[in-house]
């Protein structure tokens, strides 16, 4: 089963699957019903047997309904009604839509712009956008057409410049949204530069917003016009739109209601009928909106615990011994605070030789997650690193984004840890995984189908065709597993990735990043909180508090016998299956907030055995007679 393959098989189920939700959505039937009475006659009007609106015959005025050639009657001047409410739509509908669609795109660069391109931009684009908002936007219309002058075209620009801001201010705060997302990091980890990443990644998820804002807008937009008609400044004699019919009308109600009545409901017919579909049309561009998801999901639930045969191609070449494949010295990672930047990871310091199985543990906050996209020059905005990250040999904080996109995807992969925010919501598996094959324009070490079964999915039927919402958690997470490993990655960085997988799963992609880093060679770093797996998978453990690496030594020794007294509570906390009798231990107190101002040993106000000497100085971590590292004055000795 390839990439290519499914895509073309899925061509007709991308279409069938979203028109079928559009068929079952009431609401949506009901605005097309409504639109298609006015859109239909309005688009078909030059071809239709209808008299010239603008034709007045005195003669002929007020005409009752169903009068000889007159379905609906004449008005003041003895034009044809029918025909000047068609024409009228038209007009209205050709001036909204026009309005709209320049207020949206508009709208749309300023706020991609304010969201993508840093303070300083959106400082200014957004300021210029309030200045517009403190004016009622029918006023700042109002405005325009008076310094332009009066006109259906003056008007539709007028409209459009007083919609800008609202567009401008809801693409920057979905834009924003977007950009912290994981699969935009995922994009970026997979070597895509910006943008790709705004053209495949940002735009797509912000076409059901735009869209719904669009469709929203546009009713208000056929009423903004129409206001301005009803009080002279739109259609000027002898055009006409459904406002200016309407202001005419208005003379007549208590005499003639029908010349004012009849304009006024196709004004309501047609905004109706746009917001009915709108709605619809949003549930037709955003698959999340689908009500068989939650079917698809228990379908995907039922294949987790299917076995799975493992296969692909062999790694990379070997390192030269005694070259460690990443070397972290001195790492800080800084987290901005309300009086400035705060210290969240200090002093990191670690080596990972090629093949080898690292864990990195700790409490939830210490840091684990900052350390490993640091690693990655992955950081989130409003958070600054320091120190060397050298990746075979290369300096990574030297290196620009171009260099870093290279590498990224390429030679060191990341598994997040929430695989559901990770994976594009907009599109099929299938694509996703083909498209990161091809990230850095060179088909990857593994094909699709060696990807789906080396993850445990290939019994998943149509898995390919499907979106990530239509998957289990454990199928999410084993394809966010499956893109990280899709070039054969030398460093592969997993966070809590195996936490939505079941007993059985989990075991499958243990043995299979063990097989990875034992047969080919790859380095593993392994985040997690789960220390029956890191004393299944790891040969090291790495283990932080508070932002400090409090002990660093082979997974054997430390799990028998920690050193430091913070590790010995964490393996005092944690449950033995077959051992209910087992006390669990608890610690007092909580870990420093970051940039808190600590004097001494950062696991002091806890620690049951403190000492004066503990509080005067952080201690250095220093290696022991046994090899391991540990953080401690007075270490743990055998027997304690």
């Not at 300083?120 to 002058?149: N, Q, S, T, W």
Request: aromatic content about 4%; charged content about 20%; hydrophobic content about 50%.
């Amino acid at each position: 089963m390839s990439t290519d393959g499914s895509s073309a098989a899925g061509g007709s189920g991308r279409l069938a699957g979203p028109l079928g939700r559009l068929r079952r959505h009431p609401g949506a039937l009901a605005g097309l019903g409504l639109l298609a009475l006015v859109l239909v006659p309005a688009v078909a009007a030059p071809v239709l047997a209808l008299p010239d609106p603008a034709l007045t015959a005195p003669a002929q005025r007020m005409l009752p309904p169903l009068s000889a050639g007159h379905v609906l009657g004449t008005d003041h001047l003895g034009r044809d009604l029918l025909s000047r409410l068609v024409w009228g739509a038209r007009a209205s509908i050709a001036v909204g839509a026009l309005a709209t669609l320049i207020a949206a795109l508009a709208g749309a660069v300023l706020g991609l712009a304010a969201a993508w391109l840093g303070r300083l931009v959106d400082g200014l684009v957004m300021r210029g956008v309030d200045v517009l908002m403190a004016f009622p936007y029918l006023l700042l219309a109002l405005a325009i057409v008076a310094a332009l002058g009066p006109g259906l075209a003056n008007a539709m620009l007028a409209i459009a410049v007083a919609n800008v801001p609202f567009f401008a201010r809801a693409v920057r705060g979905a834009a924003l949204d977007i950009r912290h997302q994981d699969y935009i990091a995922a994009a970026r980890l997979a070597g895509h530069g910006e943008p790709a990443i705004l053209a495949r990644e940002v735009l797509p998820n912000l076409a059901p917003t735009l869209l719904l804002l669009m469709t929203t807008t546009l009713g208000w937009m056929v009423l903004e016009t129409a206001g301005l008609s009803f009080l002279g400044l739109g259609a000027q004699p002898p055009a006409a739109d459904l406002g200016s019919m309407l202001g005419e009308g208005r003379e007549f109600l208590t005499t003639y209601p029908r010349v004012a009545v009849l304009p006024g409901l196709v004004i309501l017919v047609l905004v109706v009928g746009i917001n009915l579909v709108g709605d619809g049309l949003r549930d037709l561009l955003d698959p999340r909106w689908s009500p068989a998801g939650s079917s698809a999901q228990r379908q995907g639930a039922k294949a987790d615990a299917r076995r799975v045969a493992v296969g692909g191609d062999a790694g990379d070449a070997e390192q030269p011994d005694g070259l460690p494949l990443l070397s972290v010295r001195g790492l800080d990672v800084d987290v901005t605070g309300p009086a400035g930047p705060l210290s969240a990871v200090a002093g990191v310091d670690v080596d990972l030789r090629r093949g080898e199985r690292v864990a990195l543990v700790g409490e939830s906050g210490c840091g684990k997650t900052l350390t490993a996209l640091a690693l990655l020059r992955l950081l989130p905005a409003g958070t600054a690193q320091r120190g060397s990250v050298r990746h075979d040999g290369t300096e990574l904080m030297a290196l620009d984004d171009t260099a870093l996109r290279h590498l990224r995807g390429r030679r060191l992969a990341y598994v997040p840890q929430e695989p559901l925010t990770a994976l594009d919501p907009l599109f099929r598996v299938g694509f996703q995984i083909g498209e990161t094959r091809r990230a850095h324009g060179t088909e990857s070490a593994y094909a699709t189908a060696a990807l789906v079964r080396m993850v445990g999915l290939s019994a998943v039927p149509d898995l390919l065709r499907r979106f990530p919402h239509e998957l289990s958690g454990g199928q999410r997470q084993r394809v966010a597993i499956a893109l990280a490993l899709a070039h054969g990655p030398d460093l592969l960085i997993a966070d809590e990735a195996t936490t939505a997988l079941d007993v059985t799963v989990q075991r499958e992609i243990l043995a299979l990043l063990r097989r990875l880093c034992d047969e080919q060679g790859r380095a593993l770093l392994f985040v997690s909180h789960d220390l029956a797996l890191v004393a299944a998978l790891c040969e090291r453990v790495l283990v932080m508090y508070a932002g400090r690496i409090v002990e660093d030594a082979a997974a054997s020794d430390l799990l028998r016998q920690p050193a430091h007294p913070y590790t010995a509570a964490l393996l005092g906390a944690t449950p033995e299956l077959g051992q209910p009798q087992k006390t669990l231990s608890v610690l007092a107190g909580e870990p420093p907030a970051p940039g808190a101002r600590v004097s001494g040993c950062r696991f002091a106000p806890r620690c049951p055995r403190v000492q004066p000497v503990c509080r005067s100085a952080e201690p250095e971590l220093v290696r022991t007679g046994d090899g391991r590292r540990v953080r401690c004055r007075f270490p743990l000795e055998d027997g304690a």
